[in-house]
């Protein structure tokens, strides 16, 4: 079915569509509503129809397309290490179907680390939300713990494979004493559901950090948020889907790294929390919301 940009119901497809002749593109959209085991299905769905090229917003999205088509083109987006998922041979040499975008997570989750220690200075215990069935969960709790121990800061790890995991989890961190909570493993139940996360984690008077853009988190309570930006990266994948309609192969097009990374602060919830925001990283955020 034909989508024009005004019909679209989700922002993630809104925003690569927006760089698209949507005259002429057909956009088949498919959403797992923030349950992971849906995707392998979803994707198996769209190799059968079947479509010309596949659009992947997700390290869990992109492995299980790439195990349900070894030749149509997929293109990932916000992708957490590429290489060492073997979802391509090198960045500038990806090889074989997929080419797109890789995001930065690890980096991304340890510099929200620091900066959670900037907003919290006394800060010497952090609780790391996980979802151990996110592929990147692994990789990322390791980073942490090397940022850590730079930091001089504790970690504690808690899990949350179901939505219903989530406000134990915060209780569990704030039960622990926790003096801080990163919300480590972007996708798409923690995203879904991040009220359940935010709005305990307030209400306990624990400062929240999320490894990822401020894309909503911020004005859903979170203190603070980095991360590559999602629009960004959207508006850039439908180059390569562009190119590759043109007859350029994925495996000749390299894969790209963010080029735009946005800071959200939460001002509202600084003062809830009796917290001063240094003026240097108020200058640096691409949104704050004000008390």
């Not at 970690?155 to 480590?184: H, I, M, N, W, Y």
Request: proline letters at 8%; a neutral charge; charged letters at 20%.
């Amino acid at each position: 079915m034909l989508r024009r940009k005004a019909d679209m119901p989700k922002n993630f497809v809104a925003e690569f569509t927006e760089h698209a002749d949507d005259a002429w593109i057909r956009v088949e959209a498919r959403y797992a509503d923030g349950n992971i085991d849906r995707v392998p299905d979803l994707a198996r769905e769209l190799v059968r129809m079947p479509v010309e090229i596949i659009v992947a917003p997700a390290t869990p999205i992109v492995r299980a397309v790439k195990e349900a088509t070894a030749t149509i083109p997929i293109v990932m987006v916000n992708t957490a290490d590429p290489v060492g998922f073997g979802f391509v041979a090198s960045l500038a040499r990806p090889g074989g179907n997929i080419t797109g975008l890789a995001n930065l997570t690890l980096e991304q989750a340890a510099k929200n680390l620091e900066l959670l220690k900037e907003m919290v200075p006394k800060l010497s215990k952090v609780g790391v939300l996980v979802n151990p069935g996110a592929p990147d969960a692994g990789p990322v709790w390791d980073r942490l713990q090397s940022a850590a121990r730079q930091l001089t800061v504790t970690l504690q790890r808690f899990e949350a494979r179901k939505p219903d995991d989530l406000e134990a989890s915060v209780t569990e961190a704030v039960q622990q004493q926790c003096g801080g909570l990163l919300v480590s493993t972007i996708e798409g139940m923690i995203f879904q559901h991040r009220s359940r996360i935010l709005q305990p984690a307030l209400t306990m008077r624990l400062p929240t950090a999320v490894a990822g853009p401020p894309y909503d988190f911020v004005r859903s309570g979170a203190l603070m948020s980095y991360g590559a930006s999602s629009p960004d990266m959207f508006g850039r994948a439908a180059i390569f889907v562009d190119k590759i309609l043109k007859g350029a192969k994925p495996g000749d097009i390299p894969v790209e790294q963010p080029a735009k990374f946005q800071m959200g602060i939460n001002l509202r919830i600084a003062a809830a929390l009796g917290l001063k925001v240094p003026p240097s990283l108020l200058l640096q955020a691409d949104e704050v919301i004000q008390p």
